[in-house]
C-alpha cells in the first residue's frame, strides 16, 4: 500500500508544480505583472551634489546619477525636468528623471546625470524660469520672453556638461541632451551653445507658458516661443528629435508644428514626431506613459548619432 501510494503523491506533487509554473507563465504575460518585475529590477538613482557655477556663482545642485556597471568611459545623458504650474509642486519636485526612462539608458550603456535646477525641488533658490504667463479665465493677458526664460534654464546644463567633461567615467565625445516639458526648452537653448562632446538633443513635449486647467492645448502667446524657437534653429549644429503627443493639454498640436517649422527653417538637422493622442492621458505625459510611441524613433535617433557606437 505504502509503495503504491508514493508514486501517486510524486505524481501529484510533480503535476502540482507544473500547474503552478504554468500559472507563473501566464501571471508574467499579463501587463500588470510584468511591470511589477521589471520595477523590482529597475536600478535607483544615486543622489548626488553638485558644486556647479551657475549665473556667475556657486550652486549646489541635487542631482540623480545612473552609471552602468563598470569604470567606463560611458556614454551619457544629460536630462533636464519640467515645470510644474504651481509652485508648491516645483518646491516638493523629488524625481527629476522617471527612474523607468533613466534605466531605458542604463540598459543600452548609457549613464545619465539628472539635475535639480535652481528654483525646484532641494535644490532650491531662486525661481528664474517664471514665465510670467497671466491669464483673465482663458485668455492670456501678458507677453512672456521665451528666449530668456530659456538662456536662464540652460545655464544648469551648461554647468553640468562642464562637471560631466571633468569626470572620468564620461565619454567626451558622447554626451546626449534631453528635456522634458520645460527641460525640452532648456535642452535646445542648450543645443544653441554647441558644447564639446554633444551629439544629439533630444526635445518631449518641450516647451513654456502652459497651462492645462486655465486653456487646455493652447499656450500663452505661442508664436512668442516661434521666435525663440527660430532663433535656436539657426544656432544648433547637432540633430534633434522633437516628440510630440497630438492630444497634449499645454501645447496642442499646431503649436509644436509651428515651432518646429521655425527651428528647421534655421538650416538644423531636425525631425518632428507627433504621434496619435495618448489613450485617457494628458498626451503631455508622453515621455512617461507612451513609450510604445516613442521608443522606436528614439532608438533609431540613437544610431543615426552614434551615441553608443564604438
Not at 27 to 46: D, F, G, L, N, Y
Not at 50 to 71: F, S
Not at 165 to 184: F, H, Y
Not at 197 to 208: C, D, H, Q, T
Amino acid at each position: 500500500m505504502e509503495m503504491a501510494g508514493e508514486p501517486n503523491k510524486d505524481y501529484e506533487m510533480n503535476t502540482a508544480l507544473a500547474n503552478r509554473r504554468a500559472w507563473l507563465f501566464v501571471c508574467c504575460s499579463i501587463a500588470a505583472c510584468s511591470t511589477s518585475w521589471a520595477a523590482e529590477q529597475r536600478v535607483k538613482p544615486e543622489v548626488v551634489k553638485l558644486a556647479l557655477q551657475i549665473n556667475g556663482g556657486p550652486v549646489e545642485v541635487t542631482a540623480h546619477l545612473y552609471k552602468p556597471q563598470g569604470d567606463g568611459p560611458f556614454p551619457l545623458v544629460i536630462f533636464s525636468h519640467g515645470r510644474a504650474v504651481n509652485q508648491a509642486d516645483r518646491a516638493r519636485l523629488s524625481q527629476p528623471i522617471l527612474v523607468g526612462h533613466a534605466n531605458y539608458w542604463l540598459k543600452q550603456g548609457v549613464a545619465v546625470v539628472a539635475p535639480v535646477r535652481p528654483g525646484y525641488g532641494e535644490t532650491g533658490g531662486i525661481d528664474r524660469e517664471n514665465s510670467f504667463a497671466r491669464w483673465n479665465g482663458t485668455t492670456c493677458n501678458s507677453n512672456p520672453d521665451y528666449t530668456d526664460i530659456s538662456g536662464q534654464s540652460r545655464e544648469t546644463i551648461r554647468a553640468t556638461h562642464e562637471w560631466a567633461q571633468q569626470q572620468p567615467w564620461v565619454r567626451k565625445d558622447r554626451i546626449l541632451l534631453e528635456g522634458q516639458s520645460a527641460g525640452g526648452l532648456a535642452t535646445m537653448a542648450a543645443g544653441a551653445l554647441n558644447l564639446s562632446g554633444v551629439v544629439g538633443l533630444v526635445n518631449f513635449a518641450g516647451g513654456s507658458g502652459g497651462n492645462p486647467e486655465r486653456s487646455p492645448g493652447r499656450s500663452c502667446r505661442p508664436e512668442n516661443l516661434t521666435k525663440t524657437y527660430g532663433a535656436l534653429g539657426a544656432q544648433v549644429k547637432v540633430p534633434s528629435l522633437w516628440l510630440y503627443a497630438e492630444n497634449d493639454l499645454y501645447w496642442g498640436a499646431e503649436a509644436p508644428r509651428l515651432w518646429h517649422a521655425a527651428f528647421q527653417a534655421g538650416g538644423s538637422d531636425s525631425l518632428l514626431v507627433l504621434t496619435p493622442p495618448l489613450a485617457a492621458e494628458d498626451g503631455h505625459r508622453l515621455l512617461a506613459r507612451g513609450a510604445r510611441m516613442w521608443s522606436g524613433p528614439l532608438n533609431t535617433f540613437v544610431q543615426k548619432i552614434g551615441l553608443t557606437s564604438k
